[in-house]
C-alpha cells in the first residue's frame, strides 16, 4: 500500500513539475513575442538611432541588445 501512494505522489509531483516548465515557457514565449512586437513597430529611422536594423530584430529580441 505504502509503495503504491509513493509512486502515485511521485507521478503527481513529477506532473506538476512538468506543467510548471510548460507554463514557464509559455510566459517566456509571450514575453519575446512582445519584446519582437515592440521593437518590430519602430521605424527604420529609430531603429537605426539605437544601432540596430530589421535584421537584428530576431537576435535582439532572444539574446537581447548591447550597445
Known amino acids: 500500500m ?3 501512494l509513493s509512486a502515485e505522489h511521485t507521478a503527481r509531483r513529477g506532473a506538476f513539475t512538468f506543467l510548471r516548465h510548460v507554463a514557464a515557457a ?3 514565449g ?4 512582445s519584446r519582437y512586437r ?3 513597430e519602430k521605424s527604420d529611422r529609430e531603429l537605426a538611432a539605437l544601432g540596430l536594423s530589421r535584421e537584428d530584430l530576431p ?3 532572444v539574446q537581447g541588445w548591447k550597445r
Open 26 to 28: 509559455v510566459r517566456e
Open 38 to 40: 515592440t521593437l518590430s
Open 2 to 4: 505504502s509503495v503504491s
Open 59 to 61: 537576435r535582439v529580441t
Open 30 to 33: 509571450l514575453e519575446l513575442a
